[in-house]
Structures are given as structure tokens and as C-alpha cells.
């Protein structure tokens, strides 16, 4: 299983960014899929994610309103769109895939991406 993350960069304070992660190697439509980020001495948290086949979207508190979560099942693609970006979400992201019942916390996950770096300049 592999979950290629991308389009993670530089950017300046209110600018916006998508996230693509690329899934190979697993019956995409079977998982659940997650975004989580972490920043520098922080836990590893979960920004979006999104239930299997597709569906049912939810963000933590930090982001609701600013971020999309989305999937494409054909393509085995799940997208992390965030806007009004902040020096707070400033972090590595990694996209992260769920066969669990449950999909809100890091350790329902079973495959990771290797993450793609978010920096926020103020």
C-alpha cells in the first residue's frame, strides 16, 4: 500500500492550498481516509476526514469552515482544500487511510503517507 501526498509548499498568511494524496495498492472505495497534520512538538493531529465510499465530511475545530475534504474513488485520490491559511497550520500533513469503524483518531488508521510540508509566513 502507498498514499502519496502532495502539494504542500510556502505560502503566505490567507492564501489557500489543495492537498492531493494518490492511493495505490488498497480498495480505495473500502477506507476510510484521513488528513492529519503535525506541527513541531505537537501530537499529531486530524484535520479532515472522510467516511468510505464517501460522505459524511468532518474537520476539527481549527479548520471547520476554512477546509474541504474530498474524494475520488475512481482515481483513488483524496483532496485536503484549505483556505485563509494561518501561521497556525503550519505543519507536516500526512493522509492516512481506515479500514476501523471508527476514523477520528490517529491510531484507527492502519497506512500513512510520508507528509508534505505546510509553512505559513505571517
Known amino acids: 500500500v502507498q498514499l502519496q501526498a502532495s502539494g504542500g509548499g510556502l505560502v503566505q498568511a490567507g492564501d489557500s492550498l489543495r492537498l492531493s494524496c494518490a492511493a495505490s495498492g488498497l480498495t480505495f472505495p473500502n477506507y476510510h481516509m484521513g488528513w492529519f497534520r503535525q506541527a513541531p512538538g505537537k501530537e499529531r493531529e486530524l484535520v479532515a476526514a472522510i467516511r468510505r465510499p464517501g460522505g459524511n465530511p468532518l474537520y476539527a475545530d481549527s479548520v471547520k469552515g476554512r477546509a474541504t475534504i474530498s474524494r475520488n474513488n475512481a482515481k483513488a485520490m483524496v483532496y485536503l482544500q484549505m483556505n485563509m491559511l494561518s501561521p497556525d497550520d503550519t505543519a507536516v500533513y500526512y493522509c492516512?487511510?481506515?479500514?476501523?469503524?471508527?476514523?477520528?483518531?490517529?491510531?484507527?488508521?492502519?497506512?500513512w503517507g510520508q507528509g508534505t510540508l505546510v509553512t505559513v509566513s505571517s
Open positions: 492516512a487511510a481506515s479500514m476501523n469503524i471508527y476514523y477520528t483518531l490517529p491510531a484507527h488508521y492502519k497506512f
